[in-house]
């Protein structure tokens, strides 16, 4: 059974950093894409980064580029999401997902992904 689970999660000031994990189980996922996204209450799941299978592949919306960085670890089966200059818009649950394809890129809609976690919240205070 597939299984990713978030953490790293918290409340940070505007300006501050948090380090988002991401550890997946279940089957090996080095030939996969993943992602992350995000969900503000009452709004939509929003794309945030995702990741080629090798980890030579990044790609960002415009609203969190240049400030966050999404890495992956195969050996250890774990992605991460480090996020810098935040800010109170980056308030949401952040979700990490994965694709049951191998060797995909650039999937930024979470129609893209079969495997999702359960959420790590991050509040980031004015």
């Known amino acids: 059974q597939v299984q990713l689970v978030e953490s790293g999660g918290g409340l940070v000031q505007t300006g501050g950093s948090l380090r988002l994990s991401c550890a997946a189980s279940?089957?090996?996922?080095?030939?996969?894409?993943m992602g992350w996204f995000r969900q503000a209450p009452g709004k939509e799941r929003e794309f945030v980064a995702s990741?080629?299978?090798?980890?030579?592949?990044?790609y960002y919306p415009d609203s969190v580029k240049g400030r966050f960085t999404i890495s992956r670890d195969n050996a250890k089966n774990t992605m991460y999401l480090q996020m810098n200059s935040l800010i109170p818009a980056d308030t949401a649950v952040y979700y990490c997902?994965?694709?049951?394809?191998?060797?995909?890129?650039?999937?930024?809609?979470?129609?893209?992904?079969?495997?999702w976690g359960q959420g790590t919240q991050v509040t980031v205070s004015s």
């Open positions: 279940g089957r090996t996922f080095s030939r996969y894409a």
């Open positions: 997902a994965a694709d049951s394809q191998p060797y995909r890129l650039r999937l930024g809609t979470p129609g893209d992904y079969d495997y």
């Open positions: 990741i080629n299978w090798s980890g030579g592949a990044t």
